[in-house]
Nanobody
């Protein structure tokens, strides 16, 4: 059974940076497409960025140029570097792993506020 554990969330001022991490266990990490999603209060969950097992990364228009997704297959971890954070980036951020089945982490909260 795949398990995903997110970390790195917190409170940050507008313009600041955070790096989220998602530790993967229970299967072969390199075989999974990985992604970060977020859900703000009262809104639907939306994709932030994805990084396939092989291929190119993709980003939501709202985070292009500010966020970077990466993966370290040796550490079974996917990262989301978030720069130039805005109040509208405030949300719970969820890690996603997809192969024949989709798995979700429990989420980590990001609050961007002065």
């Amino acid at each position: 059974q795949v398990q995903l554990v997110e970390s790195g969330g917190g409170l940050v001022q507008p313009g600041g940076s955070l790096r989220l991490s998602c530790a993967f266990s229970g299967s072969i990490f390199s075989a999974y497409d990985m992604g970060w999603y977020r859900q703000a209060p009262g809104k639907q969950r939306e994709v932030v960025a994805t990084i396939p097992a092989r291929g190119n990364t993709n980003y939501a228009d709202s985070v292009k140029g500010r966020f970077t997704i990466s993966r370290d297959n040796a550490k079974n971890t996917v990262y989301l570097q978030m720069n130039s954070l805005k109040p509208e980036d405030t949300a719970n951020y969820y890690c996603n792993a997809r192969n024949s089945i989709t798995f979700w982490g429990q989420g980590t909260q990001v609050i961007v506020s002065s």
